[in-house]
């Protein structure tokens, strides 16, 4: 891992014994953050504790498994005396398909807790008889278990600010972790969704039986230690003298315990740096100082469309960018039981959205409890009105596509299931602008334009808001362009890695998959993009000056700018 990461997975103690059923859901869940930028530690029990870097920077789009030798080293193949060499045989070969990868670190430690230091230990009397009771073998020679750098200084290094814990045991190598992290300042999320223990080695435990058992526990730490005198890899803190007052206040503040969807409902959502400031750079460098957010204006009259029409036109459109992806666009707009159209007078529309397959209710939408999803939508007969519909229809073709790869809309961080709306969207736009009727050309550029205007004003002023609609909108344009000029196959395979066909995948996978995979091709990539936009806009390039920031901020469901209350603005 080169860059520097605000977040970061921990997976503890997943190691030889670990049910295979588990592994699974870990290694399924770990790249669930992964698409949404967070990259994975794996920790286990040893006898020493030291740091194994990534052999690969992170993200590697080669998504290959560390090797035999380099699990053995990690530590994940110990602790079953009793076992035979098939078995270990039979674990090997599962868990060198779902464990580590080559570009994420693995931390073998000596304690329960895996922010343990010499310092730490030594200089703390009340930690020194916990580690005696806890790894006696350690106890003179200390010094000799910890190897190069301590895992708190790695996570420095990454500028780690919080942590996502999952593994086991929930009762001790998770729970003590947690409490490392937060003594050090760091926040703590553990799944509960995603933990084992000694009573549960499959994982099977509802979540909120291990949130009751985890809090109980914590406030027997901090609160009441004496309760712990009997708890067999506690006693040690049953004296109270384990945590000073400040220790138990960051413990108090740092540490949440939740299910991974809610998480990932919460989680930031922020393009990396390597996607974003090339498009920044490149906006301030090729917008001209005139370069004004004005509506685009045509002397040609509005046309106006027929709801069949424009259904007509977003089938055609898809359908010639790819057969598959037109067939999937056929089937939910052929079905009545996923749309709830209707018609209003031009510029009266106001709900315009996706609800995700069995998705709850939120501030601006309603529950869908159905196994797929649903389009809410008021149709005005405009040019804008089928552009929105083809984003709407983008979202539910990816929550399809997202479902049948085994998760769920919870899984695809909001800024990415805009850009693949905004990707069909685009495949509207660029059928629509070519239009053999003129009035219906004129009416998609000019609604292109006025979109692009106010995005690349964003972009390029470098707002945290562009964070949301104007760089999905650019990516998605980008991954428009590019898949455009592939022959059908490559096309394919762009087109359902970025709509979740193979699983959740981040922007970089899903860029690098389309050809973009140094920052030589991402600095390419957002000259000819915006050099492209700029040019249809029929605007010379220039230096840019003083940029006015656009409120752009999103929301979930719908496209473009809303007003407070979730509707769509007046045009």
Known sequence: MEQTHRIVNLIVDIQFGTDPAFIERVRRSADALRARGIPTIWLTMDNRSQLFEPTESWPSTSLRSRNIGELEQGGFF???PDATEEQLRKFREHFSQYGPRTDEAMYPKAFFDAFSTPESIKHLGARQHYVEQERPQHIGGIDNVFYG???LDYLKSLGVEQVTIMGGNADVCVTETAMGAARNGIGVTILSDHLVSGKDRVGNNP????????QVLHDQTLDRPHELVN????????????????????IKNNVQIETLDNFLWSAPELFPDAVVHPFVDEARRLMPANFEARPATTSLPEPRFSLEDSRTLILTALNNFDADLGRKAAEIMGNPARWRLREVPPEQARVMRSLPAESQQTKFNPVNPN????????????????VYMAHELGHAIADDCIREAGYTYRHVPQNLAETQAYFVQNIVYDYSSHHPEATIAAAAK???VTTVRDYLHTIADADLSMHGRPMSMVTGLSIFNLSKEQDADKRRKIIETLLGRQGPKNITQILAEAGVETPSDMHNLARSTIEGAINFLNVPTGDVSEITPIDTTPTRGGVGRRGKDGSRPEP
Do not use: C, R, W
């Not at 979540?207 to 985890?214: I, W």
């Not at 708890?231 to 960051?250: E, N, Q, R, V």
């Not at 196994?371 to 089928?386: H, K, S």
């Open 446 to 448: 000019q609604h292109f």
């Open 371 to 386: 196994p797929y999803a649903v389009i809410e939508y008021d149709f005005d007969g405009t040019m804008d009105g089928v």
């Open 78 to 80: 110990g602790h079953e």
């Open 149 to 151: 750098q301590t895992f």
């Open 231 to 250: 708890y067999p890899t506690k006693k040690a803190l049953s004296a109270g003298t384990m945590y000073s007052d400040t220790d138990k206040a960051a």
């Open 207 to 214: 979540p909120v039986q291990y949130e009751n058992e985890l």
